[in-house]
Nanobody, 126 residues
Framework: QVQLVESGGGLVQPGGSLRLSCVASGFTLDYYRIAWFRQAPGKEREGVSCISSSAANTYYADSVKGRFTISRDNAKNTVYLQMNSLKPDDTAVYYC???????????????????WGQGTQVTVSS
């Protein structure tokens, strides 16, 4: 079965850190751009970060730039999202997906190209 499985979420205090993992099964991540998206209650799903297949290029939403770092280990078929200096506004369900991403006239764009998994809940609260 072809799928991406997210893990690593949890409850953390403001200013804390979490590292999310996105593991592929049924296919090899090597040739795909992978993006992280998130959806907060009552809000639309939004792109957070994306990484090219070789990891040479990374992209971030303005809201997380300087705080989040995306990386990948193709040998482990895994993409990571290191989240530091977390804020209550980062509270959401986080998803990973194969994606298109880059820059256009509107800024950084993230477009999912795959189906959604169950995601992992991140809650930032004191």
């Amino acid at each position: 079965q072809v799928q991406l499985v997210e893990s690593g979420g949890g409850l953390v205090q403001p200013g804390g850190s979490l590292r999310l993992s996105c593991v592929a099964s049924g296919f090899t991540l090597d040739y795909y751009r992978i993006a992280w998206f998130r959806q907060a209650p009552g809000k639309e799903r939004e792109g957070v970060s994306c990484i090219s297949s070789s990891a040479a290029n990374t992209y971030y939403a303005d809201s997380v730039k300087g705080r989040f770092t995306i990386s990948r280990d193709n040998a482990k078929n895994t993409v990571y999202l290191q989240m530091n200096s977390l804020k209550p506004d980062d509270t959401a369900v986080y998803y990973c997906a194969t994606a298109s991403c880059g820059f256009n006239s509107g800024g950084t764009y993230f477009t999912s190209r795959g189906s959604w998994g169950q995601g992992t809940q991140v809650t930032v609260s004191s």
